[in-house]
C-alpha cells in the first residue's frame, strides 16, 4: 500500500493582540474540567453511601412472608401497591409516653389503619385508598392463628382479619375486596411511627377549629401546630371527635401524610444519605415487611419522592354505600357502593390518577358545602355593579345567594367583610374560605344568613367543596389541598 501523501503546513494563526488569552482558556478548561470530576465524584460517593447506609438497615427489619401459598391472585398491573397496616404496639411504648399520650391498658394486636398505597409506573405519583376498619369484610377460609381453629369463609369488620389471621389472611381480604394485587406488605406500629415523626423534627398540621379528644387526649386549638410524634400519635388515633367516628380519623390519617410527605420532601431528607438514613431507621426500626421490601426498594422510593411536592399525592377513602350495614354476630358494619368501589379500583389497577388533573389545587376544601350557606351581598365600595358581580360569582360556586344585592351603608370599604352570627361560624368559615382576604366579623343575633360586604380588595370567587367524612364519598385531594398553606 502506498504511503498517504504529506498535508501541506497549516498556515500559522495570527498574532494575538493578547498572549495571555490561550493560557487563561487552558486554565479554565482545566479548572473546569476538575470541577465536573468532582462534583461527578461527589455525586457518586452520595449514591454508594446511600447504598451503603440503606443497605445495613435491612437486618432492622421484622421480615414475614405474608403472601406463601397464595392462590388464584389478582393479575398484576402498572405501578406498585403496598398495603400499609398500623397496628397497635403500646407494649414497646415507655411507662412516660404511655401516661402522657393516654396510651395506657393491653395492645390489642389489631390493625387501626389499612391502607393501599399505590405508587405509579413513572414514580411520579402516590395514590392513597383508605380502607376503614369497620369495612364489612369476608374472609377466605382459613385458620385461626389463635386458637389453631379452621375457619370457614365469613363476614367480618376488616380489622378482624388481622386478629385471627395476621397478615397472610389481611392480604387475602384485601385483595379479594378489591381484586388489586398487592406486591408488598409494611406494618407500622406506634413506636416506629413516632420516632419517625420525631426525627424529622415534627409534622405541622392545621385545624379549622378545635380538636379535643378525652380518649386520646387530644387538645388543639384551631389554627397550625407542630406536632411531635407523641401528638401526632394522638392526631391519628382520634376518633371521638364529631360524629364521624372511624371516617373522620381516616381523614386525618390522611392530612397527616400529606403533611408528612411535604416535610421529608421539603427538609431535604431525601437529598442527604446520612439524614435518609436516620429518618429510615426510625421508621423501620420497629415494622414488619415482606422479604421483597428491602434495600434496593427503599433506595428507588428515596430517588422517586425527590421529585415529589404535596401535589404529587393523592387521598380518597374508599366509597360507602351503607353507613349502619347491620351483621349478626359482627355488628354494625360499613358496606362499600360496590359500583363505586369498583371503579375506584380499576382506575387504580390502571394507573390513573385519581383526582383529574384540571382540578388539582383549584379547589379549597371546606367543612361546609356552599349549597348550606345562605348569603346577602352589599356593595361597599362605590364601584357600580360591583355587588351584582360578586353576587353571581358566590351562586356560580353554589351558595345560596338572595340574588339582590344591595349597596352598603358604607361605600369606602377597603376590605371585603363577612358578617356572621357566631352560632354558625363554621358556615362563616366556608364563606370566607371562597373570597380571599376577607374578614371574618361575628354579629350576635344576625340569624343564619352570612351578609358579604365587598370591599376594594375583591379579587374573585375562588371555589370551595366541602370535606363531608360522614357520607365516604369517591371523592379525591391532593396533598396540596389539605396541608397547610
Not at 504529506?6 to 470541577?35: D, F, N, V, Y
Not at 437486618?59 to 401497591?81: C, W
Request: charged share 25%; hydrophobic share 35%.
Amino acid at each position: 500500500m502506498s504511503a498517504l501523501p504529506t498535508p501541506p503546513p497549516s498556515p500559522a494563526p495570527p498574532r494575538s493582540r493578547r498572549p495571555w488569552l490561550p493560557s487563561l482558556r487552558r486554565g479554565r478548561q482545566r479548572w473546569t474540567t476538575r470541577a465536573a470530576t468532582a462534583v461527578s465524584v461527589a455525586v457518586l460517593a452520595a449514591g454508594g453511601a446511600g447504598h451503603a447506609v440503606v443497605t445495613g438497615l435491612d437486618s432492622d427489619i421484622d421480615r414475614i412472608d405474608p403472601f406463601k401459598d397464595m392462590k388464584n391472585r389478582p393479575a398484576r398491573g402498572d405501578g406498585t401497591n403496598v398495603l400499609l397496616v398500623g397496628t397497635d404496639g403500646r407494649d414497646r411504648i415507655s411507662a412516660e409516653e404511655k401516661e402522657k399520650y393516654k396510651l395506657g391498658g393491653e395492645p390489642c394486636h389489631c390493625t387501626d389503619t389499612v391502607m393501599i398505597v399505590h405508587l405509579s409506573e413513572d414514580r411520579r405519583r402516590a395514590s392513597v385508598v383508605s380502607l376503614p376498619r369497620d369495612s364489612y369484610a369476608e374472609t377466605p377460609a382459613h385458620t385461626d392463628r389463635n386458637t389453631g381453629e379452621r375457619h370457614r369463609a365469613h363476614p367480618v369488620k376488616l380489622n378482624a382479619a388481622y386478629a385471627e389471621g395476621g397478615p397472610r389472611l389481611t392480604v387475602r381480604t384485601v385483595e379479594n375486596m378489591t381484586h388489586v394485587k398487592i406486591d408488598h406488605y409494611l406494618e407500622v406500629d406506634f413506636t416506629s411511627f413516632m420516632k419517625t415523626v420525631d426525627v424529622l423534627g415534627g409534622v405541622r398540621i392545621c385545624t379549622a377549629r378545635p380538636l379535643k379528644d378525652p380518649v386520646t387526649g387530644l387538645d388543639l386549638v384551631a389554627g397550625s401546630h407542630e406536632l411531635n410524634g407523641g401528638q401526632a400519635l394522638q392526631y391519628v388515633r382520634s376518633r371521638h371527635l364529631d360524629g364521624a367516628a372511624d371516617l373522620g380519623r381516616v381523614q386525618r390519617q390522611q392530612r397527616f401524610m400529606a403533611a408528612l410527605i411535604a416535610r421529608a420532601t421539603s427538609s431535604g431528607v431525601l437529598l442527604n444519605p446520612v439524614r435518609f438514613r436516620d429518618v429510615t431507621r426510625a421508621a423501620l426500626g420497629s415494622v414488619r415487611a415482606d422479604k421483597g421490601f428491602g434495600a434496593d426498594e427503599l433506595i428507588g422510593l428515596g430517588r422517586a419522592m425527590r421529585s415529589f411536592s404535596p401535589s404529587s399525592s393523592e387521598f380518597t377513602t374508599v366509597p360507602i354505600g351503607d353507613m349502619a350495614y347491620a351483621v349478626k354476630g359482627v355488628g354494625s358494619t360499613l358496606k362499600w357502593d360496590e359500583d363505586k368501589a369498583g371503579r375506584l379500583f380499576r382506575t387504580l389497577r390502571d394507573d390513573k390518577p385519581l383526582a383529574p388533573h384540571r382540578v388539582r389545587a383549584e379547589v379549597l376544601r371546606v367543612e361546609v358545602a356552599p349549597q348550606q350557606i345562605q348569603v346577602q351581598v352589599e356593595n361597599g365600595t362605590m364601584t357600580a355593579g360591583l355587588g351584582r358581580q360578586v353576587d353571581r360569582g358566590l351562586a356560580a360556586a353554589g351558595f345560596r345567594t338572595t340574588r339582590v344585592p344591595v349597596n352598603g351603608q358604607d361605600r369606602s370599604l377597603r376590605r371585603t367583610v363577612v358578617r356572621y352570627d357566631p352560632r354558625w361560624d363554621r358556615s362563616a368559615e366556608s364563606l370566607a374560605g371562597a373570597l380571599p382576604g376577607s374578614e371574618l366579623r361575628a354579629v350576635p343575633g344576625q340569624g343564619p344568613v352570612m351578609r358579604v360586604v365587598v370591599g376594594a380588595d375583591y379579587k374573585g370567587v375562588r371555589k370551595v367543596r366541602a370535606d363531608d367524612p360522614t357520607r365516604g364519598e369517591f371523592s379525591t385531594v391532593t396533598g396540596d389541598q389539605v396541608v397547610c398553606p
